[in-house]
């Protein structure tokens, strides 16, 4: 099976910055999309950043300009940079890893179980 943890979120003030992590564990052979969604009370989950396994990288218009996604393919990670930080980016913040190949030869997707993001205003 393949596990999604995700790592640093908090509280911060806002125009501050965050660096979230994900790392992907299990018996992966490859993973085409990590990306990250959020979560705000009372919204729907939405997307943030997503990048493809080629390097392709796709954002939200509300975070363009303030969030840098990375990804570490050996390792099986992604990163969220989140500078000028708003009340409004406060949010559950959720790694996703998509079109995962197994070393088995299967195809999954994995959620985290999200971090939680707090800015004050």
């Known amino acids: 099976q393949v596990q999604v943890v995700e790592s640093g979120g908090g509280l911060v003030q806002a125009g501050g910055s965050l660096r979230l992590s994900c790392a992907a564990s299990?018996?992966?052979?490859?993973?085409?999309?990590m990306g990250w969604y959020r979560q705000a009370p009372g919204k729907q989950r939405e997307l943030v950043a997503v990048?493809?396994?080629?390097?392709?990288?796709n954002y939200a218009d509300s975070v363009k300009g303030r969030f840098t996604i990375s990804r570490d393919n050996a390792k099986n990670t992604v990163y969220l940079q989140m500078n000028s930080l708003k009340p409004e980016d406060t949010a559950v913040y959720y790694c996703?890893?998509?079109?995962?190949?197994?070393?088995?030869?299967?195809?999954?997707?994995?959620w985290g179980q999200g971090t939680q993001v707090t800015v004050s205003s």
């Open positions: 996703n890893a998509d079109g995962i190949r197994t070393i088995s030869g299967l195809r999954t997707s994995s």
């Open positions: 299990g018996s992966i052979f490859s993973i085409n999309t």
């Open positions: 990048d493809t396994y080629g390097g392709v990288t």
